[in-house]
């Protein structure tokens, strides 16, 4: 894996938050397993494992993207 920094909730606007985590969970290949859910969902999901420390939004200078990692 590249070197990543890794981004502080606190740090971003609500709305950027929301656009990295719906850009996420809108991705070819999540995968939520068989049950299907809204993006509403999906989006309350990640959230709570972003705020409970589950999960931390990268930054890879490498290819200048933000991603979601879970711990």
Do not use: F, W
């Amino acid at each position: 894996m590249n070197d990543y920094l890794e981004i502080p909730l606190e740090r971003l606007a609500p709305e950027l938050l929301q656009a990295i985590i719906e850009e996420y969970v809108t991705r070819e290949g999540t995968d939520y397993g068989h049950q299907e859910y809204s993006l509403e969902e999906k989006v309350g999901q990640v959230k709570k494992q972003l705020e409970c420390g589950d999960a931390v939004i990268a930054y890879d200078a490498l290819s200048e993207s933000c991603t979601l990692i879970v711990k």
